[in-house]
């Protein structure tokens, strides 16, 4: 630390000198180079003094919550055991015999695998402690259940399918849709920042489909890192049931096959249109979007079209990210994707307990 003060600290004029006659600098040079050192500051200076003060920073919108009771007992119960090991998982543990397999027959059902490696994704914790989990809750609460072991686990989670368990809906969905990165494996990021990366790093790219209005999660994609945005969205939108009245991306997402994809489900595309697009004459939606935009000005075109709500989905992401963290603990694809849909379903669980009403609140002026 005291190496890098000495390397950070400002030369004395005396200093100058003795550096510049070290390098073999005559007289003459040593006093130009000087006097242009010196001419560089004082112009720096009446610069600053030209520009006068700094204007004082905006200062921020100040939110407060409506429901901040109701909304304090929903973060309390996301940690509730109650809530992920629930009566209906314990009633439907055992999987129902079929007479028609041939083999042994199957112990866990879904329910069961599922509620296990919820768990598994709530309290981020391995497999073997996740069965040490499970095992001790069904011991606790004195339950006549077996136990699945970590190898089960594993082997289950690259077949299971996963329901997000979304709520029915009686309006018409506004859908907006991003992606992140999840890591594999890799250095951390202050060791990257701190000395760079020396290592491959491999990432998974999580795509989200988010409710608007309720910020449930209604579709959800894991894909490699190659897999760009523009080619994910018709999977994602293969997901959705509900009726979609508008999906809203960002410009990643301005290709004529999202277009095409989101026309086919009879909605509205609020995608920005990249600054080099030009208008076709035609009647399409893409074509209406970029004369609408070259009329008006994008600014106005986003409060117009409400493209700013696109930003719910990055919420989502946040989200995601601060419970479960920013990386993936399996390393097979499939085992991936299960996991990246046990967070989905795992979050919306933590949304339907209760998520925050919110409110601008005016600061008074001073």
């Known amino acids: 630390m005291g190496r890098q003060h000495q390397q950070r600290r400002q030369l004395t004029r005396e200093e100058q000198i003795a550096l510049l006659k070290a390098h073999g600098e005559s007289d003459e040079s040593i006093a130009a180079l000087l006097a242009h050192s010196q001419r560089d500051r004082h112009q720096a200076a009446e610069r600053v003094a030209a520009a006068g003060p700094a204007p004082e920073p905006k200062p921020k919108d100040v939110y407060r919550l409506r429901n901040w009771s109701a909304?304090?007992?929903?973060?309390?119960?996301?940690?509730?055991?109650?809530?992920?090991?629930?009566?209906?998982?314990?009633?439907?543990?055992?999987a129902p015999k079929d007479p028609t397999k041939i083999g042994a027959p199957t112990i866990y059902s879904d329910t069961a695998i599922v509620c296990?490696?919820?768990?598994?994704?709530?309290?981020?914790?391995?497999?073997?402690?996740?069965?040490?989990?499970?095992?001790?809750?069904?011991?606790?609460?004195?339950?006549?259940?077996?136990?699945?072991n970590y190898t089960t686990l594993s082997r289950r989670a690259t077949t299971i399918d996963v329901p997000l368990g979304n709520r029915q809906r009686d309006e018409p969905l506004h859908l907006v849709v991003d992606s992140t990165g999840l890591k594999v494996f890799?250095?951390?990021?202050?060791?990257?920042?701190?000395?760079?990366?020396?290592?491959?790093?491999?990432?998974?790219?999580?795509?989200?489909?988010?409710?608007?209005?309720?910020?449930?999660?209604?579709?959800?994609?894991?894909?490699?890192?190659?897999?760009?945005?523009?080619?994910?969205?018709?999977s994602l939108l293969e997901q959705v049931d509900d009726v979609v009245l508008q999906v809203t991306a960002d410009?990643?997402?301005?290709?004529?096959?999202?277009?095409?994809?989101?026309?086919?489900?009879?909605?509205?595309?609020?995608?920005?249109?990249?600054?080099?697009?030009?208008?076709?004459?035609?009647?399409?939606?893409?074509?209406?979007?970029?004369?609408?935009?070259?009329?008006?000005?994008?600014?106005?075109?986003?409060?117009?079209?409400?493209?700013?709500?696109?930003?719910?989905a990055e919420v989502g992401m946040y989200r995601m990210k601060?419970?479960?963290?920013?990386?993936l603990s399996a390393r097979r694809m499939e085992n991936q994707q299960t996991e990246g849909a046990l967070r989905c379903r795992a979050l919306n669980r933590m949304t339907h307990l209760g998520m925050p009403d919110a409110y601008l609140f005016q600061r008074k002026s001073a």
């Open 71 to 94: 909304y304090n007992k929903a973060l309390v119960q996301r940690g509730s055991l109650t809530v992920w090991f629930d009566e209906a998982s314990i009633a439907a543990w055992r």
């Open 322 to 327: 601060t419970i479960f963290g920013p990386a």
């Open 251 to 312: 410009g990643a997402y301005d290709s004529s096959d999202c277009y095409s994809a989101i026309e086919a489900l009879g909605a509205l595309a609020v995608i920005p249109p990249d600054v080099t697009a030009r208008d076709w004459g035609s009647d399409g939606a893409r074509d209406r979007t970029v004369r609408r935009v070259n009329d008006i000005g994008r600014k106005a075109w986003k409060v117009e079209s409400g493209y700013h709500r696109r930003s719910l």
């Open 116 to 148: 296990a490696l919820t768990i598994k994704a709530v309290f981020r914790l391995p497999l073997r402690q996740t069965e040490g989990f499970v095992g001790s809750l069904i011991t606790l609460l004195k339950l006549d259940l077996p136990i699945p």
């Open 186 to 234: 890799g250095e951390g990021e202050w060791k990257v920042r701190q000395h760079g990366w020396a290592k491959r790093r491999t990432w998974r790219k999580l795509h989200l489909g988010v409710d608007e209005a309720t910020g449930e999660i209604v579709a959800q994609l894991v894909t490699s890192k190659d897999v760009t945005d523009d080619a994910a969205l018709r």
